[in-house]
T-cell receptor, first 116, second 114 residues
Framework: DTGVSQNPRHKITKRGQNVTFRCDPI?????LYWYRQTLGQGPEFLTY????????KSRLLSDRFSAERPKGSFSTLEIQRTEQGDSAMYLC??????????????FGSGTQLSVL | DAKTTQPTSMDCAEGRAANLPCNHS???????VYWYRQIHSQGPQYIIH???NNETNEMASLIITEDRKSSTLILPHATLRDTAVYYC???????????????FGKGTLLTVNP
């Protein structure tokens, strides 16, 4: 168990550029979640996958955001035409709920995005 | 919207018990109480969860009132490394409902002082 890995740890970009983040979940975890966190706030749900299927997307996930999880392993989150309001910490979490009543999410350390 | 109410901040002396309260007066019968914490510059970390009985693990104890409208997370011997934001979350048991995913509020900033 090497934990959830997110890359890069930090990303600085100019407004209007596209960015892509990667998340490698814990091996064999079939669920993968993306959250966004701004300063002083708790994490906000963006989307989640069960295996390769994207089962739910938040209203926060505008058309500029797209997430994929090919083959049900790693996931990518792409933001097109970044805006300053996209500046935040993007967190990934994974789980393998043998019993969905006791699902525990394991979070990565996040990717900090700064849009100039 | 988060369904819980927590104090914004609390202090605790190192070595003493830290008792973090949470109100969840609108909790329904199919919702669990979860606690996560987030140390600065890290992702949230699972602590404990429960339905109606008190729970204990290697990290903490969770005391849920009989009417389930409030709960207390207890760190029995707080250390400096327990300084973090603690989130109390209510979550449905099964997927498909609107409250299945973890919905974080602002949490309680616990500061453990030497």
């Amino acid at each position: 168990d090497t934990g959830v890995s997110q890359n890069p740890r930090h990303k600085i970009t100019k407004r209007g550029q596209n960015v892509t983040f990667r998340c490698d979940p814990i091996s064999e975890h079939n669920r993968l979640y993306w959250y966004r966190q701004t300063l002083g706030q708790g994490p906000e749900f963006l989307t989640y996958f069960q295996n390769e299927a994207q089962l739910e997307k938040s209203r926060l996930l505008s058309d500029r955001f797209s997430a994929e999880r090919p083959k049900g392993s790693f996931s990518t989150l792409e933001i097109q035409r970044t805006e300053q309001g996209d500046s935040a910490m993007y967190l990934c979490a994974s789980s393998f709920p043998r019993d969905t009543r006791r699902e525990k999410l394991f979070f990565g350390s996040g990717t900090q995005l700064s849009v100039l | 919207d988060a369904k819980t109410t927590q104090p914004t901040s609390m202090d605790c002396a190192e070595g003493r018990a830290a008792n973090l309260p949470c109100n969840h007066s609108t909790i329904s019968g199919n919702e669990y109480v979860y606690w996560y914490r987030q140390i600065h510059s890290q992702g949230p970390q699972y602590i404990i969860h429960g339905l109606k009985n008190n729970e204990t693990n290697e990290m903490a104890s969770l005391i849920i009132t009989e009417d389930r409208k409030s709960s207390t997370l207890i760190l029995p011997h707080a250390t400096l490394r327990d300084t973090a934001v603690y989130y109390c979350i209510v979550r449905q048991m099964f997927s498909g409902g609107s409250n299945y995913k973890l919905t974080f509020g602002k949490g309680t900033l616990l500061t453990v002082n030497p």
